[in-house]
């Protein structure tokens, strides 16, 4: 398995606070990926990174921030958490174009993060 | 629109029973297809790439029709263990679009 770790696994926390999730990697990919799961809408990209320092928006981006600081650590940062951001949040990785084209993504096991 | 569309199923299908899956994608500039299956609660797991040419591992077979911007996803003598969800997936330009993803539950 590729070698992806998010942290916390699990996380409760209350409407307005601030919420860090971490996605490591030991894998040295260039491109690293934030989704958000919710039943009747499958994965859903909030930010991707294309290397240190370069981020870019997704189709969900609204109510999150991330940084990327360094190769292996993308960070996805609700700054002030609401009910609806309830989700299972999902990193993923993935490198660059091989011969037979792009190089699929990996994922890490997921954060289900609730805010109440 | 969404960019990648698929059947939610489920699809109940006895072991043994071959199955296919379909799903669409609306860029005709994506370059890169794969399919994944996802067990409940957990990752999407990549099952394969799908290629011009087709390909096949084992009981799978995956094939591509860009003309009519169509990718498939065939399964041969399901097993029980072959329960999941099957997530198509494009890419395009930095980002991979997902499918809702199919439910396939094979039955004893």
């Known amino acids: 398995d590729a070698g992806i770790t998010q942290s916390p696994r699990h996380k409760v926390t209350e409407t307005g606070t601030p919420v860090t999730l971490r996605c490591h990697q030991t894998e040295n990919h260039r491109y690293m990926y934030w989704y958000r799961q919710d039943p009747g809408h499958g994965l859903r990209l909030i930010h991707y990174s294309y290397g240190v320092k370069d981020t870019d928006k997704g189709e969900v981006s609204d109510g999150y921030s991330v940084s990327r600081s360094k190769t292996e650590d993308f960070l996805l940062t609700l700054e002030s958490a609401t009910s609806s951001q309830t989700s299972v949040y999902f990193c993923?990785?993935?490198?660059?174009?091989?011969?037979?084209?792009?190089?699929?993504?990996?994922f890490g096991d997921g954060t289900r993060l609730s805010i109440l | 629109r969404k960019e990648v569309e698929q059947d939610p199923g489920p699809f109940n299908v006895p072991e043994g029973a071959t199955v296919a899956f379909n799903c669409t994608y609306s860029?005709?500039?994506?370059?890169?297809f794969f399919w994944y299956r996802q067990d409940c609660r957990k990752e999407p797991k990549l099952l394969m790439s799908v290629y011009s040419s087709g390909n096949e591992d084992g009981r799978f077979t995956a094939q591509l029709n860009r003309a009519s911007q169509y990718i498939s996803l065939l399964i041969r003598d399901s097993k029980l263990s072959d329960s999941a969800t099957y997530l198509c997936?494009?890419?395009?330009?930095?980002?991979?679009?997902f499918g809702s993803g199919t439910k396939l539950n094979v039955k004893p």
């Open positions: 993923a990785i993935s490198e660059f174009e091989g011969s037979r084209g792009k190089q699929p993504q990996h």
């Open positions: 860029n005709s500039a994506s370059q890169s």
């Open positions: 997936v494009a890419y395009n330009f930095n980002k991979f679009y």
